[in-house]
């Protein structure tokens, strides 16, 4: 789709327009590019904020919750004023207020088997962004794009670690080649019983948007084939090289999952996760 720049819209995104790497036709190609992200808290919040400033033209919101007061501490896209707002809603009028050039677009339900399909099929999104802070989500995201074969960037943060990873249908491993299951329900403590750094978010949901920003323009590198960990208390960044399995039950040669399924929730613990290379 052929955009018409404005001079607000010139001078808005100037700093993207004077890289080689992006100039007036990446530009273009944010204006007409479609992310979802799935959650809208410590991971999604910078991410959404981000993308919605480069310009990315159409970005998805998906979350069932409400803003608490304990959301804060991280959750940057929501405020005081935003408490017992629906998140979704919190979100939209964030990035509006940062770039009314955005058309957000609200998706106010808990990702299900029956529902994430349509979800990604509405607009027919580019690239999804797995925000979301358990166990069951993250599988299901991951399997819904192996099956639409939509690339997605996944992370996960809790106490002072993150990671994160891109799956791009026919470049690397997917999700499940790494963590093969979902562990089971209550086995591993959640960032509300174990607690997470407020500053976690801001650091592995700006790589998730990278990529996403990566991905459309076609420039750069993905952490295809690759888990990106952080540890903040050492300042320490390793990446890990992961190999696609050939039998995977979602992603391989001969899968096994055709259908989407539900999962008991139980939430992501990050520790030890890449060193394991199996359900943190």
């Not at 074969?149 to 993150?162: E, L, M, T, V």
């Not at 960032?191 to 949901?205: D, E, K, N, P, S």
Request: aromatic share 6%.
């Amino acid at each position: 789709m052929s955009v018409n720049f404005t001079n607000e819209m010139m001078e808005r995104y100037s700093r993207h327009i004077i890289l080689k790497e992006v100039g007036v036709k990446g530009q273009i190609k944010l204006l007409n590019a479609k992310v979802l992200v799935v959650g809208t808290g410590g991971l999604g919040s910078p991410a959404a904020m981000y993308l919605g400033a480069a310009g990315v033209g159409t970005i998805g919101l998906v979350d069932f919750d409400q803003v608490d007061l304990s959301n804060l501490q991280r959750q940057i896209i929501h405020q005081t004023k935003d408490v017992g707002k629906p998140k979704v809603q919190s979100g939209k009028e964030t990035i509006h207020a940062i770039n009314p050039d955005v058309n957000v677009v609200t998706y106010n339900e808990w990702i299900r088997a029956d529902n994430i399909l349509d979800i990604i099929k509405d607009r027919d999104y580019d690239f999804i962004l797995d925000c979301t802070d358990n166990f069951p989500s993250k599988f299901l995201i991951n399997d819904a794009c192996v099956i639409t074969k939509k690339p997605f960037s996944h992370a996960g943060i809790i106490r002072f670690q993150g990671q994160t990873m891109t799956y791009v249908p026919g470049q690397g491993p997917c999700y499940r080649c790494v963590f093969q299951n979902p562990p089971p329900p209550d086995a591993v403590p959640t960032c509300r019983q174990a607690g997470v750094l407020g500053v976690m978010g801001g650091v592995i949901g700006t790589l998730q948007a990278s990529e996403a920003l990566k991905y459309i323009l076609g420039v750069g590198g993905l952490l295809t084939g690759a888990l990106l960990t952080y540890d903040a208390l050492r300042m320490e960044f390793r990446k890990i090289k992961l190999g696609k399995v050939e039998n995977c039950a979602v992603c391989g040669k001969h899968p096994t999952i055709t259908r989407l399924t539900d999962y008991g929730q139980a939430p992501c613990d990050l520790k030890g996760a890449a060193e394991r290379q199996k359900p943190c």
